[in-house]
Protein backbone atom coordinates (compact mmCIF):
# COMPACT_ATOMS: atom_id res chain seq x y z
CA UNK A 1 0.00 0.00 0.00
CA UNK A 2 2.73 2.11 0.76
CA UNK A 3 4.21 1.79 -2.46
CA UNK A 4 0.93 2.20 -4.28
CA UNK A 5 0.62 5.84 -2.09
CA UNK A 6 3.41 6.57 -3.22
CA UNK A 7 3.65 5.60 -6.87
CA UNK A 8 0.53 8.16 -7.60
CA UNK A 9 2.35 10.89 -6.04
CA UNK A 10 5.07 9.78 -8.70
CA UNK A 11 2.59 9.41 -11.72
CA UNK A 12 1.58 12.47 -11.16
CA UNK A 13 3.01 13.20 -14.55
CA UNK A 14 3.36 16.98 -13.60
CA UNK A 15 1.57 19.39 -16.48
CA UNK A 16 0.48 22.83 -16.42
CA UNK A 17 -2.60 21.69 -13.83
CA UNK A 18 0.46 20.85 -11.45
CA UNK A 19 2.39 22.99 -9.23
CA UNK A 20 5.63 24.42 -9.99
CA UNK A 21 7.17 22.23 -7.39
CA UNK A 22 6.74 19.43 -9.67
CA UNK A 23 8.62 18.46 -12.97
CA UNK A 24 7.96 16.07 -15.18
CA UNK A 25 10.53 15.83 -17.68
CA UNK A 26 10.06 13.80 -21.18
CA UNK A 27 12.62 11.59 -21.36
CA UNK A 28 10.72 9.52 -24.53
CA UNK A 29 7.51 9.34 -26.22
CA UNK A 30 7.23 6.35 -28.76
CA UNK A 31 4.04 4.42 -30.46
CA UNK A 32 3.78 1.02 -29.02
CA UNK A 33 4.55 -1.35 -31.88
CA UNK A 34 1.39 -2.58 -33.88
CA UNK A 35 -0.92 -0.20 -32.62
CA UNK A 36 -2.73 2.76 -33.96
CA UNK A 37 -3.81 4.10 -30.83
CA UNK A 38 -1.35 3.44 -27.88
CA UNK A 39 2.17 5.10 -26.97
CA UNK A 40 4.63 5.03 -24.41
CA UNK A 41 5.39 8.06 -22.68
CA UNK A 42 8.94 7.49 -20.18
CA UNK A 43 9.34 10.49 -18.11
CA UNK A 44 11.45 12.05 -14.91
CA UNK A 45 9.20 12.59 -12.31
CA UNK A 46 10.36 14.99 -9.20
CA UNK A 47 8.53 16.45 -6.57
CA UNK A 48 10.53 19.51 -4.57
CA UNK A 49 10.61 19.04 -0.54
CA UNK A 50 7.15 20.12 0.26
CA UNK A 51 4.91 19.67 -2.35
CA UNK A 52 2.15 17.68 -2.62
CA UNK A 53 1.48 15.39 -5.52
CA UNK A 54 -2.64 16.42 -6.64
CA UNK A 55 -4.99 13.81 -7.25
CA UNK A 56 -5.01 12.26 -10.79
CA UNK A 57 -5.46 9.36 -13.35
CA UNK A 58 -3.94 8.50 -16.51
CA UNK A 59 -5.67 7.39 -20.14
CA UNK A 60 -3.35 4.01 -19.38
CA UNK A 61 -0.90 2.36 -17.39
CA UNK A 62 1.64 3.93 -15.20
CA UNK A 63 4.62 2.34 -13.77
CA UNK A 64 7.03 3.55 -11.59
CA UNK A 65 10.28 3.14 -10.31
CA UNK A 66 11.56 5.11 -7.29
CA UNK A 67 15.43 6.65 -7.79
CA UNK A 68 15.91 8.78 -4.89
CA UNK A 69 15.25 7.87 -1.28
CA UNK A 70 11.87 9.79 0.13
CA UNK A 71 9.70 10.20 2.79
CA UNK A 72 6.15 11.16 2.08
CA UNK A 73 2.69 11.88 3.90
CA UNK A 74 -0.51 10.80 2.85
CA UNK A 75 -3.73 12.86 3.39
CA UNK A 76 -4.69 10.48 6.21
CA UNK A 77 -1.97 11.95 7.97
CA UNK A 78 0.17 8.48 7.41
CA UNK A 79 4.39 8.85 6.59
CA UNK A 80 5.44 6.67 4.28
CA UNK A 81 9.20 5.65 3.31
CA UNK A 82 10.07 4.87 -0.08
CA UNK A 83 13.50 3.20 -1.14
CA UNK A 84 15.51 3.52 -3.77
CA UNK A 85 13.93 0.94 -6.41
CA UNK A 86 10.47 0.66 -5.11
CA UNK A 87 8.44 -0.05 -8.27
CA UNK A 88 4.71 1.07 -8.36
CA UNK A 89 2.01 0.46 -10.71
CA UNK A 90 -1.58 2.35 -11.42
CA UNK A 91 -3.69 0.60 -13.93
CA UNK A 92 -5.97 2.81 -16.21
CA UNK A 93 -8.06 5.01 -14.76
CA UNK A 94 -7.08 4.27 -11.09
CA UNK A 95 -6.90 7.74 -9.34
CA UNK A 96 -3.87 8.56 -7.02
CA UNK A 97 -1.64 10.67 -5.32
CA UNK A 98 -2.22 13.16 -2.85
CA UNK A 99 1.30 12.49 -1.33
CA UNK A 100 3.53 15.79 0.31
CA UNK A 101 7.24 14.82 -0.09
CA UNK A 102 7.92 15.78 3.81
CA UNK A 103 12.13 15.01 3.23
CA UNK A 104 14.43 17.60 3.16
CA UNK A 105 15.33 15.93 -0.53
CA UNK A 106 13.19 15.67 -3.97
CA UNK A 107 11.34 13.10 -4.49
CA UNK A 108 12.53 11.11 -8.09
CA UNK A 109 11.20 8.75 -9.84
CA UNK A 110 11.41 7.43 -13.22
CA UNK A 111 7.76 6.95 -14.77
CA UNK A 112 6.52 4.61 -18.02
CA UNK A 113 2.92 5.67 -19.05
CA UNK A 114 0.86 3.26 -21.33
CA UNK A 115 -1.29 5.68 -22.68
CA UNK A 116 -3.83 6.34 -25.27
CA UNK A 117 -2.81 8.59 -27.95
CA UNK A 118 -4.42 12.46 -28.28
CA UNK A 119 -5.57 12.17 -24.53
CA UNK A 120 -4.09 14.54 -22.13
CA UNK A 121 -1.14 12.19 -19.56
CA UNK A 122 -2.54 13.78 -16.55
CA UNK A 123 -6.90 14.00 -15.37
CA UNK A 124 -6.87 15.93 -12.46
CA UNK A 125 -9.52 13.70 -10.07
CA UNK A 126 -13.15 15.52 -9.85
Not at 14 to 19: G, L, Q, R, Y
Not at 27 to 48: C, F, H, Q, W, Y
Amino acid sequence: MKFISFCAALALSATAAFAQDLSREEIRRVPVPGSETMEVIVSKLTVAPGATIPMHSHPGDEHAVVITAATAQAPNGQVIEFPIGATLYFPDGQVHGGLTNIGEAPMVAITTHVVRVGEPLTIPAQ
